[in-house]
C-alpha cells in the first residue's frame, strides 16, 4: 500500500482544535506599549522552528530545551500538558527537584523573550497551558521536515519526535527555489502500510531519510505515490518492516525502474532491538544511504556526454565524481562543473562542495595560489551556509573547509554537529564531526565519529574518504597499526590521494620499518615531485600539522630517509 499524507486536512484539524474554548483563568492578550488587543503570534513546526510575532518580531527561545517546551505544548491540541509530563520529557536524567528547577528556569527565559506574550504562557495547577487563541501554526513550507534539526538532548523527546514525525507521514518533495525543477526525473517511495506499531514507523523513519538525503543532493520529485501520468525513467522504491518478533524485525528494500521494471538494488537488514530503538540502527541508515547511491548512479547512466545538454544535477554528480579522484586536472574540471551547475540552478550545495574543493586543493598542494584557495573557499563557505543553514551536506562541507582553510576548530565542529543534528545518516557530517574533534583535542570522540562515518559509508565507492579520518582517528589514539591498515587500504583505493601516504612514511619511520617507508615516498615524489623526507620533518608549512600536535612524526627517523 501507498502512503499518503494529506497535510492541509491534517492543518485543518489541529488548527479547529487549537481553537478550543479558553480555560478559566486565561484572558484577552494586550500589547503592553499600545493597549490594543495582540493579534495570534505565528508558530513555524516545519523547517527550523521559529516563534513570530505579529508585527514580524523574532521571539523564539535561544535555548534548543526552550524550543521544545513550546514544541511540546502546542502540539497538543488543548495547549495543555502536566509538569511532570514536561520534566519527564525533557530533562529525563535529572531527578525530580532538580528536572523542576531546570523547568521553572525554562519557563523564565521563555516568557522574558516572548516579552508582549509572555501572559499566554499560563501555569493551571500542576498543569502548563499555551493560550490556543494566542497563536496559528504557519503552514507556509509544509514540505519540511517537522522541528528540524531540533536536539534537545534527551532520549524521551527523541522518542516523542520520532513518533510524532512518523504520526504525521511528511510529504517529501521540496519546492525548488530555482525555475529548473527535479530535471533527473522521480522517484515514489512507497511503505508497505504495516498495521501501525513499529513496523509503520520503521518504514516511514526509512523513508523519511532516505528522502531527505536526496532531496540534500540533487534536484529530484521525491513523491509517496505514483502519478496518473508518470514521467518516463521514473524509479519505484518499495519498503517493507515485518516484525518477526519481540525485540526483531526484518527490513526489506527493493529499487526498480518503472518503465522496464528493471531492478536497480535491492537489500534486507535484520534489526535488533527493543521499541524505537531499532530506528536509529546503524545498519538501517546504511541501508537507506546505498539506495540513495544506487539512485544517483542510475542518474549518472542517463549522461549521454554531450556538456550542452547536462542539467545541474548532472553536473553536480559529474563534479563529486571528478573531486574524489583527487587528480588535479579532474579536480579543476569538477570546480567548474560546480561553477556551471550553481548557474543553471543557484543551490547552496554546489557552493558548499566548492568551498570543500578549495580545501582539498589546499592540502593536496595543486599548483594553485594558496591565499586565493583560502579566500575563495572561506568566502564559498560564507555564502553557502547564509543560503541554507538546514542542509547536513552544506554543513558539513562548510564545517570542512573552516577547518582546514581558517583553523576555524570551534566553528567547525559546531556546523558539523548540527549537520548530524540535521541529517543523522550522513557520513560526511560525521567525517566533519571527526575532523574538529581532532583538532580540539577530544581524540576518543574523534576515533568514535570516525568509525560512524565510515560504517555509513562502508558501501560508497569513495570509501577511501572515511578510511582515511578512520586511519588519522587511529593514530592519534595510539592504534597504529589500524592506523596502517586502513591508511593502507585508503591508498590502494586511491592512489592519488597524497595525505595516506604522507602519514604512511611517518608511521613506518616511527616504527623503523624504513624499507616500507621509503617505497611510501618513491609513491609520494612520483605525485608532488618537490617532496622530500627533510619537508616532512621540517617544513611547518607542509601539511602534516596532526602528526607534529600528536608526535607521530619522529624526525630522526624520517630524516634517516634522506
Known sequence: MVFVYDFFSHARRVHRNLSCQRGPGLRELVDPLTGTALRP????????????????????PIAVKEQALLALLVTEPSGERSRAWLQAHLWSARGAKQA?????????????????????????????????????LDNSDPFREFLEGMDAHDGQFDDWLTVER?????????????????????????????????????????????????????????????????????????????QTSEDQMLLRVTAENRDDHRLIWSGYQTINGPGLDCLNDLEVLRSGNELV??????????????????????????????????????????DRNLQDAYARDNRAVFLAWRAQLQGIQFVERHAVDQEQLIETGLQLATDAIQMDRCNSVVLAAVA?????????????????????????ANPLAWWARSAA??????????????????????HSQHSFWWDLQSALSAAVTGRIEEAITLAERCVALAPNFKPPLRYLIALYATKNELEKASKKVEHLVRLEPDFSPDRLANDPAYPVSLMRQNRLLDRDRVLDLC
Not at 111 to 131: I, S, V
Not at 294 to 309: C, F
Not at 438 to 453: G, M, S
Request: proline content about 4%; hydrophobic content about 45%.
Open 41 to 60: 503570534a505565528s508558530f513555524r513546526l516545519h523547517g527550523r522552528f521559529k516563534v513570530t510575532a505579529a508585527d514580524g518580531t523574532d521571539l523564539t
Open 100 to 136: 523542576g528547577d531546570s523547568l521553572r528556569q525554562a519557563l523564565y527565559s521563555i516568557r522574558k523573550r516572548l516579552g508582549p506574550y509572555r501572559e499566554a504562557l499560563q501555569t493551571r495547577g500542576q498543569a502548563l497551558c499555551f493560550d490556543p487563541d494566542a497563536f496559528v
Open 166 to 242: 512518523s504520526r504525521r507521514d511528511l510529504p517529501f518533495p521540496t519546492p525548488s527555489t530555482s525555475a529548473q525543477t527535479a530535471p533527473c526525473g522521480a522517484i515514489v517511495l512507497e511503505v508497505s502500510g504495516a498495521s501501525g506499531g513499529i513496523a509503520a514507523a520503521m518504514e516511514t523513519f526509512f523513508v523519511d531519510c532516505v528522502a531527505r538525503t536526496l532531496r540534500e543532493q540533487v534536484s529530484i520529485d521525491v513523491l509517496t505515490k505514483t502519478p496518473e501520468a508518470p514521467k518516463k525513467g521514473m524509479l519505484i522504491a518499495r519498503v517493507w518492516a515485518i
Open 293 to 334: 547511491d544506487a539512485i544517483l548512479e542510475t542518474i549518472m547512466v542517463k549522461d549521454t556526454g554531450d556538456r550542452t545538454k547536462r542539467d545541474a544535477t548532472m553536473l553536480g554528480l559529474l563534479a563529486i565524481r571528478n573531486l574524489f579522484t583527487m587528480d588535479e586536472a579532474r579536480v579543476m574540471e569538477a
Open 400 to 424: 570542512n573547509a573552516r577547518l582546514i582553510l581558517a583553523r576555524d576548530v570551534e566553528g567547525a565542529g559546531m556546523l558539523a554537529q548540527q549537520g548530524t543534528s540535521t541529517n543523522i
Open 437 to 458: 574533534a581532532v583538532y580540539a583535542d577530544k581524540l576518543d570522540e574523534a576515533y568514535d565519529h570516525a568509525r560512524h562515518a565510515r560504517a555509513l559509508a562502508s
